[in-house]
């Protein structure tokens, strides 16, 4: 067994991926650095193939002692292919229950020899973390799907919808120094549906307010505080401005439950940080709250090419979804949501942080906020919960941020022991 030499072999490392269609089953074997292209798949293979799921991944290798690197199968099995790019290669890890394992260029050459060869994969795009390209990026993508025939959601400017009246509201209440929790609640029970979002917040079990909230003011007062509030509000506006698309790949987190599930485990994590180090609370359950905020553009304004990024998550279940983006779209959600915040004049801690939340080496002056939401998604993916591949937390990360795995950990099991209040909280945002 090896210690752990994935980092280093780079696209040394083999990943095995499972596909099905009327015919039957078919095995890839690719680099672990490289993006399954559906379009060249089909192309390659003459077949409409789609990803088998989780469960059924379970089921054909325990039924048929299938391995973790593909081994020669049964006749009439699973149908062996072996992408050109990792075929050349003297030798190859990969991780099965036992660890890291190599395989030797004859074992691999034999692998090869009994499995079809084909080009069914690219290399993982570069991802793009500075923020003054964004523009540049987003309209070339727009210019890509004009040249694609994919039907065109924008124009020459990016046609993205207004701050909602009740954002605007709260942002101009946000700069006043002079503004208590009365101004506050005029400000959101201007909006009928906000201010009972508000209230029913303040009365969830999940913060334990014994005796009812009679108004937005009491839930201000006695339950939440201002600052939570401002923020809880500007974020629930922002995000009714859209509606959660339907599908989203299979097997994904429901929008607002990851939403309500990250700014928690922020707010919890914030806590536990050194006081010298910690961001603003509030602004912080923001970030968490809107930290997918993308997710609801690209739904909305992409609808065709939101579809398709999801049938490539579903068959690149190694990846991060960030790659995937970059790959079919030519741009990340993150970019498009810091876009549209930065039109919309928010906080410049939050359009960092969403921005640069998958970069763990970022040094802005924000950096904390975009820190923390790295930390976050990855502490709850490791728990089952959100999107993507699940990945290590760097300890210089949590170095970085006064923080160790093990109080991370801690802290969000003790969170999601919680799941039943904070999905009642995250219900009451979907309807």
């Known amino acids: 067994m090896l210690n752990n030499p994935a980092a280093s072999y780079a696209g040394k490392v083999a990943q ?26 089909a192309r390659e293979l003459n077949r409409q193939l789609r990803p088998l799921d989780v469960e059924e991944i379970k089921h054909l290798k325990q039924r048929f002692g299938l391995k973790d690197f593909p081994t020669p199968p049964q006749p009439n099995l699973v149908e062996n292919w072996v ?26 050459a034999d692998i090869v020899r009994l499995a079809k060869v084909g080009s069914f994969s690219q290399p993982l795009p570069r991802l793009e973390f500075d923020a003054g390209q964004d523009t540049k990026a987003i309209n070339g993508a727009i210019h890509a799907f004009t040249a694609l025939r994919i039907k065109q959601r924008l124009a020459e400017t990016l046609d993205l919808p207004p ?3 009740s954002a605007n509201r709260i942002i101009t209440l946000r700069t006043d120094i002079n503004a208590g929790p009365k101004e506050l609640a005029q400000a959101v029970e201007l909006d009928p549906s906000l201010s009972a979002q508000v209230v029913n917040w303040a009365c969830s079990p999940f913060y334990g307010q014994r005796g009812s909230v009679q108004s937005v003011e009491d839930a201000i007062v006695r339950v939440l505080g201002f600052d939570m509030v401002i923020n809880l509000a500007l974020g629930l506006a922002l995000g009714r401005n859209f509606t959660v698309p339907k599908d989203g790949a299979r097997g994904y987190t429901p929008f607002w439950q990851q939403s309500v599930m990250t700014a ?6 914030v806590r536990s940080m ?7 609370a509030g602004l912080m359950y923001l970030c968490g709250l809107l930290h997918n905020f993308g997710f609801l553009i690209l739904g909305q304004v992409f609808p065709p090419q939101f579809e398709l990024v999801n049938r490539h998550v579903e068959a690149n279940p190694h990846l991060g979804r960030m790659y995937i983006e970059q ?4 741009m990340t959600r993150e970019q498009i949501a810091a876009l549209l915040l930065e039109q919309w004049r928010m906080p410049l801690e939050v359009i960092s942080a969403i921005r640069q939340q998958q970069n763990p ?6 950096a904390v906020y975009a820190h923390l939401l790295y930390l976050c998604a990855r502490a709850l993916r490791q728990q089952g919960i959100g999107d993507g591949a699940s990945e290590p937390i760097p300890d210089y990360l949590l170095d970085t941020l006064g923080l160790d795995l093990e109080t991370v950990t801690e802290v969000t099991q003790n969170l999601l022991a919680r799941m039943d209040d904070l999905k009642a909280l995250s219900q009451m945002l979907g309807r």
Do not use: M
Request: charged content about 25%; proline content about 6%; aromatic content about 8%.
């Open 16 to 41: 095995v991926l499972y596909f099905k269609d009327e015919i039957g089953r078919v095995q890839l074997v690719l680099p672990s650095d490289r993006v399954v292209d559906l379009t060249r798949l």
């Open 83 to 108: 992408d050109d790019a990792l075929a050349g290669l003297p030798e190859v890890i990969y991780w099965n229950e036992s660890g890291w394992q190599r395989a030797s260029s004859e074992r691999l």
């Open 163 to 165: 701050l909602p009246e």
């Open 264 to 269: 928690a485990l922020c707010n919890e994590l």
């Open 274 to 280: 050194p006081v010298r180090l910690r961001p603003n």
């Open 327 to 330: 790959h079919v779209l030519g």
């Open 361 to 366: 080496k970022y040094t802005g002056v924000y």
